[in-house]
C-alpha cells in the first residue's frame, strides 16, 4: 500500500509540475493535492531521502522540501 500512495504521490507532483510550467499559477492549490504530512509520510515509508525523492519527481530539493513543509502547495 505504500508504494501505492508513493506512486499516486508522486505522479500527481510530476503532473503539477508539468501544468505549472504550462501557465497555471504555481502555488495554486491543486483540489487533489496530498498534503504536506502525506507528502513526508510517503517519502519516508519507502526510505527516501529530500533529494533523491525530489530527483525522482524531477525537481528541485528546495521545491521538495517546500512541497513537505507546506511552503507552497503541492
Not at 16 to 36: D, E, I
Not at 46 to 68: C, I, P
Request: aromatic share 10%.
Amino acid at each position: 500500500p505504500s508504494y501505492l500512495l508513493l506512486t499516486y504521490v508522486f505522479v500527481f507532483l510530476i503532473c503539477v509540475q508539468m501544468t505549472a510550467k504550462s501557465g497555471s499559477p504555481r502555488n495554486a492549490a491543486h483540489p487533489l493535492a496530498p498534503p504536506p504530512d502525506v507528502v513526508r509520510a510517503t517519502r519516508a515509508a519507502v526510505n527516501l531521502s529530500q533529494e533523491e525523492a525530489a530527483f525522482m519527481a524531477g525537481v528541485s530539493a528546495r521545491t521538495w522540501y517546500r512541497w513537505e513543509t507546506g511552503l507552497i502547495a503541492a
